[in-house]
């Protein structure tokens, strides 16, 4: 499999887009491959959870991100089209509180991989929207926090229209200032 890995703002964040093999019948990639993943990364570790979101246009899910058994995330779209978010939560990292956004869709073929020590969240741009992604660690409740995704320090310039649309938990998501992160 061949993987083309490229930095972002972010250098611990990469976009990733597999190999496409396109004929008159349609098209076929891997979306993922271990060994690819590992080549292109420098993560070796396994992947333990499969996660997958069905929202509405202006949805806004995060900024979520994990403590104790923090998460790494493979992300992709296999329908519609998503601005996607990963903060720096490092605080001992010179990009602490930096983000990084890019548009994913089946169209582009984008995956994102945000490493352990980031939050993520993502705006829904299309009338809905399908995201699967992987993670390293289990979803564990009692370690999730959100950031909120309006957090002036951040200054996210997310491409909404209108109020989003968010759970509760996402309503009460903490400023940066208050958050617990990682050291």
Known sequence: MSLKATSTAL????????????????HFFESFNARAFENATGFGGIFVQDNH??????????????????????V????GEI??????????????????GMTLSPENGRQLWIPPGF?????VLS???EVIYKTTEYWSQSHERTIAWDEPQLGISWPLEGRPIQSEKDRR????????VFD
Do not use: C, M, T
């Open 76 to 79: 992709r779209v296999v329908a």
């Open 11 to 26: 250098p611990e964040v990469l976009v990733l887009e597999p190999k496409l093999f396109s004929d008159d019948r349609g």
């Open 127 to 129: 009338s809905v929207a």
């Open 53 to 74: 979101s069905l929202s509405a246009r202006n949805v806004i899910r995060g900024l979520h991100y994990q403590l104790g058994p923090p998460q790494g995330k493979l």
């Open 83 to 100: 601005f996607d978010v990963a903060v720096d939560l490092r605080r001992q990292s010179p990009r602490f509180g930096q983000w990084v």
């Open 119 to 123: 939050a993520h969240g993502f705006l």
């Open 173 to 180: 998501g903490a400023f940066l200032a208050d958050a617990e």
